[in-house]
C-alpha cells in the first residue's frame, strides 16, 4: 500500500481459535506497550454518518474509497478523547485524528460547528466542520469493545482481537460509559484484524493460515447500525 495506506486482513474466529492464536501470537510478538500490562483495555467510538447514510450504505455497494468519521476514548480516560477521520481503499486503511477537549468534543456534539470551526488551529477538526455543514454528518451511533493487541514494531505490525462488541443508540450518554448495550455478535465469536504496511512476516502469516480462515470485510459500524437499526422499529 501506498501513501500511507496499510494492509488490513480481517477475520471471524470463535473462542478457541482465538485462544490458540493468541497463545501463538503472544510467544512472537510483543503486547503493546500503550495498553495495560494485561493487553486488555475498552474502546468506546462514537460514529458519524449524514442523511444519506452514505458511510453505511458505502459497505453495502463495496465502494473501493470510502471514508468514516468517529470520536473515541479508552476505559475510563476522557482526558485523552481522539477525533479520528478513517479511510478505506481496495482494503487498505489509513487513519488521520487529534486531540480533542472536552469544550471541543461538545461543540461538535451539539453540532455548534460554526464557532469551532474558526477558533481552532486543528486542521481535521476544520475538515469534519466542512463535512457536517455541507454534507449533514452528525453522531450515528456508538460502538463498545475489549481489545488486546500485539506489535511488531521492526516492521510495524499490529495484531488485534476484539471482544464483546456492541452498539448503542443512546449517543448523550457517550462520555458517562453508561448506555444500553446491544451485542452485535454471538458471545462466542470475535474479531481480528492483521494489519501492516508492505509485506507481512511469514512467521506471523503461518500462524494465521494454520487455522483456515478466511478473510472477511468484516465492519463494527455496518453491523452495529443494522442491529439498532432492527430494535428500533
Avoid at 495506506?5 to 492464536?21: A, C, G, H, M, T
Avoid at 469493545?145 to 464483546?164: C, G, H, L, Q
Wanted: include cysteine; aromatic fraction near 14%.
Amino acid at each position: 500500500m501506498n501513501n500511507n495506506y496499510r494492509s488490513e486482513w480481517k477475520y471471524l474466529v470463535n473462542n478457541q481459535q482465538l485462544s490458540l492464536i493468541k497463545n501463538k501470537i503472544s510467544k512472537v510478538l510483543e503486547i503493546d506497550p500503550h495498553t495495560p500490562d494485561n493487553g486488555r483495555y475498552l474502546i468506546h467510538s462514537l460514529y458519524f454518518d449524514n442523511y444519506r447514510d452514505e458511510s453505511l450504505y458505502s459497505n453495502e455497494a463495496g465502494l473501493a474509497i470510502k471514508y468514516k468519521w468517529r470520536i473515541r476514548y479508552y476505559g475510563d480516560d476522557l482526558t485523552y478523547i481522539v477525533l479520528e477521520k478513517k479511510e478505506k481503499l481496495d482494503g487498505g486503511g489509513r487513519k488521520k485524528s487529534c486531540n480533542l477537549t472536552i469544550e471541543e468534543y461538545n461543540s461538535i456534539v451539539s453540532l455548534n460547528i460554526c464557532d469551532i470551526a474558526y477558533e481552532t488551529n486543528k486542521k481535521l477538526i476544520k475538515e469534519l466542520a466542512i463535512d457536517m455543514l455541507k454534507n449533514g454528518y452528525h453522531p450515528k451511533i456508538i460502538i463498545d469493545y475489549e481489545r488486546i493487541a500485539y506489535v511488531e514494531e521492526i516492521s510495524n505490525v499490529r495484531i488485534t482481537f476484539d471482544m464483546k462488541i456492541s452498539a448503542s443508540y443512546e449517543l448523550d450518554k457517550f462520555l458517562d460509559n453508561d448506555y444500553t448495550k446491544f451485542y452485535i455478535m454471538p458471545s462466542n465469536i470475535n474479531l481480528l484484524e492483521v494489519k501492516f504496511d508492505h509485506i507481512l512476516p511469514s512467521y506471523i502469516k503461518n500462524i494465521i493460515k494454520l487455522n483456515n480462515m478466511n478473510q472477511t470485510s468484516f465492519s463494527k459500524y455496518y453491523f452495529g447500525r443494522r442491529i439498532i437499526d432492527s430494535y428500533m422499529r
